[in-house]
């Protein structure tokens, strides 16, 4: 089983990028400014997405290797998931 | 005893396995009589695809599911290929299905381009009607709009719709579509449900599609309807109730009460048995073997005897 990055509930990690691998999000909680461009890339065989349940960002199906990329420019705690996996969840804090 | 897993050709040499052939290989029959599945494996003398029925069936169709067109990964690098070589088996049969039903995960990306490749592709289907249910994968980033576009034609809400035929009420389900939990109905549709068989007599056979299994045959991976039991709940009065659906890859079926669930297998790729390892991810079989791993079901319902014999034939 490949180690699991995931950061502890509570404990977001300062970064701006993010890896779906193992059907996970990894950092699973990150902390960034305003004004981050944050990047996923999927490196699972199977498809991902990156979607927020407020509707403030989402990706179409990301194939294998492929990025998406989102610019934060607002304050607040993003909740999101794959909708094709919605047991894959994760969040971005963004701060001022 | 109930587990369709028994794919596996119990009793058989591997030289009498190559040996069969596309129709009568490993196949395993899964006869329903009377809420009892009973299940054997195919016989290569036989002489029809499903034995065991003195009565011609009323009515035949045959599942697909899962053909997931766009997917390119180690475990399947031709899914286009593999899904062409289900329905040449299809258009093979010794008789004409009635219906061609894809159970779902259509494509892979839920992109315009794989939605047009896979309708072309069923077109080629030598049968009189195709349906489908919609998979995760076909509502990915539009709860379904392109899927809709594409084949949601006849539809009502999210996609669902029911029909009737040789006596058999047919009712196919959308419960890939809600955002944080799958797979779900939602109450306007489970309200539709109950309307739906609101008017039938108790008498009459129920068969129910849907992409995501209406049974929790593994909660973690998304492997269950999480309203299933409210659906099922309008479902318990009728005599005879069998629901078929794809999304795991892989035969299993179960039964409880007056309902059996048949799990069917994809044209794509397998994906692990339940709880084995920490996710759903594809498997990559060695090489020659994914076709072993890959089928099409054929099903047969006989009017008044309550039966409906499946039969999950191999990829060969």
Not at chain 1, 16 to 37: D, H, L, N, R
Not at chain 2, 57 to 75: E, K, T, Y
Not at chain 2, 258 to 283: E, H
């Amino acid at each position: 089983m490949p180690d699991s990055a995931s950061a502890p509930a509570g404990a977001p990690v300062a970064a701006s990028s993010v890896t779906i691998k193992s059907f996970a999000f990894s950092p699973a909680s990150i902390t960034v400014k305003v004004g981050t461009t944050v990047t996923w890339t999927n490196q699972d065989q199977d498809a991902h997405t990156v979607t927020d349940k407020g509707g403030a960002f989402g990706s179409q199906a990301l194939n294998t290797g492929a990025s998406f990329k989102f610019t934060f420019t607002k304050p607040g705690t993003y909740n999101y998931l794959c909708t094709i996996h919605p047991f894959m969840t994760a969040t971005v804090v963004v701060t001022q | 005893m109930t587990d369709a897993q028994t794919n596996d050709p119990h009793g058989m040499t591997r030289r009498q396995l190559l040996r069969h052939t596309a129709w009568f290989g490993s196949a395993v029959v899964l006869t329903v009589v009377g809420g009892e599945v009973i299940s054997q494996i195919g016989n290569s003398n036989a002489a029809a695809p499903v034995p065991a029925a003195n009565d011609a069936p009323a009515l035949r169709f045959v599942q697909i599911s899962d053909s997931h067109i766009g997917f390119n990964g180690p475990a399947n690098m031709m899914v286009e290929q593999t899904f062409a070589e289900a329905i040449d088996m299809i258009n093979a049969l010794p008789y004409r299905p009635a219906f061609v039903m894809h159970t779902g995960d259509l494509t892979h990306l839920s992109t315009p381009d794989q939605f047009d490749q896979v309708k072309q592709m069923m077109s080629e289907l030598k049968t009189s009607e195709v349906h489908t249910v919609p998979g995760e994968h076909d509502g990915v980033d539009d709860k379904g709009a392109k899927y809709r576009q594409f084949f949601g034609k006849g539809t009502q809400g999210a996609g669902w719709y029911s029909w009737d035929m040789a006596g058999v009420h047919f009712i196919s389900l959308v419960n890939t579509l809600g955002l944080e939990s799958m797979g779900h109905l939602g109450t306007d549709q489970l309200e539709w449900l109950r309307k739906d068989v609101a008017h039938l007599s108790s008498d009459t056979s129920i068969v129910v599609f849907s992409h995501i299994p209406l049974f929790a045959m593994y909660a973690k991976w998304g492997w269950s309807t999480d309203d299933s039991v409210q659906a099922l709940s309008y479902l318990k009065r009728f005599a005879s109730v069998t629901c078929l659906n794809g999304h795991v890859h892989q035969l299993f079926t179960k039964t409880e009460g007056n309902v059996t669930f048949f799990s069917a297998t994809t044209t794509a790729y397998p994906l692990p048995k339940p709880g084995d390892g920490p996710a759903p991810t594809p498997v990559t079989l060695p090489a020659g073997k994914l076709h072993s791993a890959l089928g099409v079901r054929e099903v047969n319902y006989v009017k008044g005897n309550e039966r409906l014999a499946l039969k999950d034939v191999r990829l060969t």
